[in-house]
């Protein structure tokens, strides 16, 4: 039986797996949802095509992130 899909997430490979795996699926740890706020913050403007195949440059980015201003004093 063939996957029914929203049709904007047929371009690629990685889309679908987007879809299929993870869109709509409840999240409650606060990493993850940060690392998802992220790319919603990061998408304005852009297609989410582009974020999506950009995930792993925004995660290693981010990686390091805890929530405390880490700069100079």
Same mark, same amino acid.
């Given at each position: 039986?063939?996957?029914i899909r929203c049709p904007y997430f047929?371009?690629?490979d990685m889309e679908r797996a987007y879809h299929? +795996?993870?869109w709509g699926t409840p999240c409650r740890n606060d990493r993850k949802l940060f690392e998802y706020l992220m790319y919603v913050?990061?998408?304005c403007g852009l297609?989410?095509?582009t974020i999506?195949? +950009?995930r792993a440059a925004i995660r290693t980015a981010f990686e390091r992130f805890d929530g405390r201003f880490q700069g100079r004093r």
């Open positions: 039986m063939k996957k047929e371009l690629n299929d +795996k993870e913050v990061l998408q297609s989410w095509d999506i195949q +950009k």
